[in-house]
Nanobody
Framework: QVQLVESGGGSVQAGGSLRLSCAASGRTFSMYVMGWFRQALGKEREFVAAIGWSGSNTDYEDSVEGRFTISRDNAKNTVYLQMNSLKPEDTAVYYC?????????????????WGQGTQVTVSS
């Protein structure tokens, strides 16, 4: 069982930055693929970014590539999402997720555990 707790959300103007953190419980954090998803009001949840066990493999949704960076610190059981050059269309609830998989996962059905979400609001 893995418990995930996100933090770092908030309100920012367009062009600004935020860093989301996701703290995980458990002793096997390093064996989970970690992902970030988001869900805007009235829309389906969508993939944002994923990172492999060691942190060397990453994948991004096209609209965030070059602006967002996913990273992890296995010693701290934490995964991060650095979000730069934020746009109003990035406004959503952001969720952290963990998958006991060997390869990166970009669909929400591939993840086993989810956090409660943190709100990110970007104003124009």
């Amino acid at each position: 069982q893995v418990q995930l707790v996100e933090s770092g959300g908030g309100s920012v103007q367009a062009g600004g930055s935020l860093r989301l953190s996701c703290a995980a419980s458990g002793r096997t954090f390093s064996m989970y693929v970690m992902g970030w998803f988001r869900q805007a009001l009235g829309k389906e949840r969508e993939f944002v970014a994923a990172i492999g066990w060691s942190g060397s493999n990453t994948d991004y949704e096209d609209s965030v590539e070059g602006r967002f960076t996913i990273s992890r610190d296995n010693a701290k059981n934490t995964v991060y999402l650095q979000m730069n050059s934020l746009k109003p269309e990035d406004t959503a609830v952001y969720y952290c997720a963990a998958a006991r998989r060997l390869r990166l996962v970009t669909v929400d059905t591939g993840y086993d555990y989810w956090g409660q979400g943190t709100q990110v609001t970007v104003s124009s």
